[in-house]
């Protein structure tokens, strides 16, 4: 374990403040870091994206958090998406977060896998007006490795 685990309470209160400064009917979308690979068969060890770490706590590749402050439905409000998990996955890659363990880590209650964000987030579009996307704007950022 990298760290002891942190009060969920601390991630809720950090969406709350961030979504406070939203404008009106917006979405905003944070994803975690990539894998990098190193080699043929190697990657470098994962650290995650700091944006999504601060707001939900989760700590695991290929996850995603949607807020929509303005959603009809309570349970749009706040979402994570993980990748699926498995006795499989866990015995060759690891533990991965169960959509009862990110609960508990972040406060969110509605979690749904990896595979079910584009249609989840083709209906939340329908509801909004604005979209943040947490990218590297900077002019001299460039992406040598592709990843996705």
């Known amino acids: 374990m990298k760290y002891q685990q942190i009060d969920s309470a601390l991630f ?3 969406r709350k403040k961030f979504t406070a400064e939203m404008k009106p009917k917006s979405i905003a979308i944070f994803n975690s870091n990539d894998i990098y690979p190193i080699s043929a068969d190697s990657t470098m060890p994962f650290q995650q994206h700091r944006d999504i ?3 939900s ?3 695991q590749e290929e996850s995603i958090l949607l807020l929509c ?3 009809p439905y309570e349970n749009q409000r706040e979402m994570l998406f993980l990748r699926e998990t498995n006795e499989h996955i ?6 991965k977060l169960t959509k009862e363990r990110a609960y508990e880590i ?3 209650k509605t979690v749904h896998w990896l595979q079910d964000f584009e249609k989840v987030l083709f209906e939340m579009m329908t509801y909004t007006d604005t979209m943040y996307i947490n990218t ?3 002019y001299r950022a460039t992406i040598e ?3 996705r």
């Open 69 to 71: 402050p303005d959603a």
């Open 12 to 14: 809720v209160k950090n």
């Open 106 to 108: 972040s406060g969110i």
């Open 90 to 95: 866990a015995v060759w890659h690891g533990e």
């Open 57 to 59: 706590g989760v700590d």
């Open 145 to 147: 490795t592709e990843t």
């Open 53 to 55: 770490f601060y707001l």
């Open 136 to 138: 590297n704007e900077h």
